[in-house]
């Protein structure tokens, strides 16, 4: 029975790992071929505007089902919280919404039901990440259910890190252009997105790795 559960533990992370890889794939060859949207202040969420949106909006669902993924290690494993169970399964919700509903250009001043719906699925993974990995990494940590706890620790860390970094960025522009106002070609929050998210993305496949199955 133990050697059923370790080879299924096993395969939700070979699951995690292959999907959070998928997304970090498609958002690179995005890049090539949407290259019109300049990744220095445009957010990775407009890739779903226009040709190939659908490709972003496969990525969404990839960190979606990597997050699921990790989700069901956790509920094999037990010893975790509710807390973390449904925190989990409202990323999963919030990363599938972000590919359902389609942003609105970034510059767009009307702003549509849909762009709202995926303000708000974007925000809650930004926003709430960083402490859903804090609470994990402490939990299991505690628990003795990681096997290597440093480099957990340090990408954990990282989240917090780059978050701060991508509405420092915002501040930042804003201060060396002060009329340029929330969003633009001078509000310099590109590339910080795209780091943050690869951060998150690389704290489900380092956990995946690290918990003991």
């Not at 498609?26 to 040709?51: A, Q």
Request: with cysteine.
């Amino acid at each position: 029975m133990r050697v059923m559960e370790k080879k299924g533990n096993m395969e939700y992370s070979y699951m995690a790992i292959v999907f959070a890889l998928l997304f970090v794939l498609i958002l690179i060859v995005l890049h090539f071929l949407k290259p019109e949207f300049d990744p220095k202040w445009r957010m990775i969420s407009e890739y779903e505007i226009g040709k190939y949106g659908w490709l972003m909006r496969i990525a969404f669902f990839s960190w979606g089902l990597s997050t699921l993924s990790v989700l069901l290690i956790t509920l094999r494993i037990g010893n975790g919280s509710y807390l973390i169970y449904i925190w989990l399964s409202i990323l999963v919700f919030a990363l599938f919404g972000a590919g359902i509903f389609k942003t609105d250009p970034i510059m767009e001043t009307t702003k549509g039901i849909v762009n709202s719906i995926h303000t708000i699925c974007g925000s809650v993974v930004i926003l709430t990440f960083p402490i859903l990995a804090t609470i994990i990494c402490v939990r299991y940590i505690r628990l003795s259910a990681i096997n290597v706890r440093g480099i957990l620790i340090v990408i954990t860390v990282l989240a917090w890190v780059t978050q701060f970094g991508f509405f420092s960025s915002i501040s930042i522009s804003q201060k060396k252009d002060p009329k340029a106002g929330r969003i633009g070609p001078t509000i310099y929050l590109g590339w910080p997105n795209r780091v943050m998210v690869l951060v998150y993305t690389l704290w489900l496949v380092i956990f995946s790795i690290s918990i003991k199955k």
